[in-house]
């Protein structure tokens, strides 16, 4: 039986590989929706897109979380009411959502992981832009709409943390990296595969709506991230120093605790994603990374 899908945000990050991962399924009808083929902030266009789609993943997003602090509005319209207007299409036609959202949502005072049920209370502005569009969804999808928290997210394609450590390896002897903020690192491969699993899982009714936190398993900081990269990469960790978030000061805050807890993927019998650790080296082992590897070792900056 053929389920058609259609994924927003698709020439993003994350929905790059979403795309890969529905296509290698003969199941799978795939519409792949752009930014520069469907603003989610137009309820026509949004109704139009919907229409005819069993499952939507929505990976569109406003992603810029210091330009949110100065234009929270327009990150607003995209990451709340754009949210709204695919979730009120959703629930016209009877499709599945899945949208992804972000540990943002969170203060980052805790000392446990966050779970599923904890209460938001975001600490910028792109956390409750974010916020806006998870509260859309369970509104209007109590019992079809799933809400998947990311966070630390990265891949070989566009600029993210693991790509900018490669970058900067070959310009300067060493890096100051943040070593009191705590996450998760999560490769967008693996959470792509993930949303294919939920999307298939609540088609077939055995994945309840609500909240799964899409994020590694284990948990470790920035500078870790930036000497397991290097490690990987064939470069020396030393090279990585600990600094304080102090040292970098950005217009919006951030959480200094974003570890997210895993057990509504239990509840569902799905399987969480595997350790941040496992995530990379399979990252590393593909042919994109191998060669972002290779590049960086032979432009590195001496000591």
């Known amino acids: 039986?053929?389920?058609?899908?259609?994924?927003?945000?698709?020439?993003?990050?994350?929905?790059?590989?979403?795309?890969?991962?529905?296509?290698?399924?003969?199941?799978?009808?795939?519409?792949?929706?752009?930014?520069?083929?469907?603003?989610?902030?137009?309820?026509?266009?949004?109704?139009?897109?919907?229409?005819?789609?069993?499952?939507?993943?929505?990976?569109?997003?406003?992603?810029?979380?210091?330009?949110?602090?100065?234009?929270?509005?327009?990150?607003?319209?995209?990451?709340?009411?754009?949210?709204?207007?695919?979730?009120?299409?959703?629930?016209?036609?009877?499709?599945?959502?899945?949208?992804?959202?972000?540990?943002?949502?969170?203060?980052?005072?805790?000392?446990?992981?966050?779970?599923?049920?904890?209460?938001?209370r975001p600490l910028n502005a792109y956390g409750r832009s974010k916020l806006a569009g998870e509260r859309a969804v369970t509104e209007l999808l109590p019992h079809s709409g799933h809400v998947v928290r990311t966070a630390w997210l990265y891949g070989a394609h566009g600029r993210n943390f693991v790509t900018t450590m490669l970058e900067l390896a070959s310009r300067r002897p060493a890096l100051e990296v943040v070593a009191d903020q705590h996450g998760q690192p999560t490769w967008a491969r693996a959470l792509a595969r993930q949303l294919a699993v939920l999307g298939r899982a609540a088609s077939a009714g055995r994945a309840p709506a609500g909240v799964y936190h899409g994020t590694a398993s284990g948990r470790t900081t920035w500078h870790g991230l930036a000497r397991e990269t290097f490690r990987l990469a064939g470069l020396d960790p030393e090279r990585i120093r600990p600094v304080g978030s102090d040292r970098f000061p950005r217009p919006a805050a951030r959480p200094g605790f974003g570890v997210l807890g895993h057990d509504n993927w239990r509840r569902a019998a799905l399987a969480p994603l595997p350790p941040w650790e496992d995530q990379l080296a399979e990252a590393f082992a593909t042919p994109a990374f191998t060669a972002l590897a290779e590049a960086a070792r032979a432009s590195v900056c001496p000591a």
């Open 1 to 120: 039986m053929t389920t058609n899908w259609l994924v927003t945000g698709a020439g993003g990050l994350l929905g790059r590989e979403l795309l890969a991962e529905l296509a290698a399924d003969p199941g799978t009808v795939v519409t792949a929706a752009g930014r520069d083929t469907l603003d989610i902030t137009d309820p026509v266009a949004v109704r139009s897109a919907v229409a005819g789609h069993r499952v939507v993943v929505n990976c569109a997003a406003w992603t810029d979380v210091d330009g949110a602090e100065h234009s929270e509005a327009a990150a607003t319209a995209v990451n709340g009411t754009g949210v709204r207007h695919l979730a009120r299409a959703c629930a016209d036609t009877g499709a599945i959502l899945l949208h992804v959202s972000t540990d943002y949502v969170f203060p980052g005072d805790a000392v446990q992981p966050y779970p599923e049920d904890a209460p938001a």
